[in-house]
């Protein structure tokens, strides 16, 4: 028995000493690399008679104090960028609400989306086009704390084919209270 136990310590002590050595090294953990920056596509141009586009929707009370006429602003489809075009409706606004017949008065943004969607990016692609069109209005002279924004997403979208559904794409300028 002895010579049993003789054997198993000797072979333990063989197997340690081939285990021995250099002490293995866990394999490096390869470098984050940072994501490549891809660049927007941009956006087509506009010309403005393209009817899949929608609109900011102007209250007809907000119109008529404003002196606005039945011009739109438009977004493209999966869209919150406002046109260049757009900004002398939305500067008329911004004078309207703040020096105009409507000064002192809160304008509302109600952002709106077509169906087509997720129902979560709807509503958050309605905020992001009112919060655009409420930025465009700021930049043109009215005070932040004079609009508030919201979105409807597609709660109120009646659209069946891309006529109605360019409808669905808009932002409602409304008088909030």
Do not use: H, W
């Given at each position: 028995m002895r010579s049993l136990a003789k054997i198993?310590?000797?072979?333990?002590?063989?197997?340690?000493?081939?285990?021995?050595?250099?002490?293995?090294?866990?394999?490096?953990?390869?470098?984050?690399?940072?994501?490549?920056?891809?660049?927007?596509?941009?956006?087509p141009v506009d010309d403005g008679?393209?009817?899949?586009?929608?609109?900011?929707?102007?209250d007809p009370e907000i119109r008529k104090a404003?002196?606005?006429s039945d011009e739109d602003?438009?977004?493209?489809?999966d869209s919150a960028r406002v046109r260049d075009q757009d900004r002398q409706v939305l500067r008329k606004l911004a004078v309207c609400f703040s020096t105009g017949p409507l000064a002192g008065r809160q304008m509302g943004l109600v952002g709106h989306a077509d169906p087509r969607g997720e129902s979560e990016y709807n509503m958050l692609l309605g905020e992001r086009r009112a919060t655009n069109v409420?930025?465009?209005?700021?930049?043109?002279?009215?005070?932040?704390?004079?609009?508030?924004?919201?979105?409807?997403?597609?709660?109120?979208?009646t659209g069946t084919d891309e006529a109605s559904w360019a409808r669905d794409r808009r932002v409602d300028v409304v008088l909030a209270n």
């Open positions: 198993m310590v000797a072979s333990l002590c063989v197997s340690l000493a081939a285990c021995g050595g250099e002490e293995k090294r866990p394999p490096a953990v390869p470098e984050v690399q940072p994501e490549p920056t891809v660049e927007p596509t941009p956006e008679k393209d009817e899949k586009k929608s609109i900011i929707n102007i404003c002196g606005i602003a438009y977004f493209a489809f409420k930025q465009v209005i700021v930049s043109e002279g009215l005070a932040p704390d004079k609009m508030s924004t919201s979105s409807r997403g597609e709660m109120d979208a």
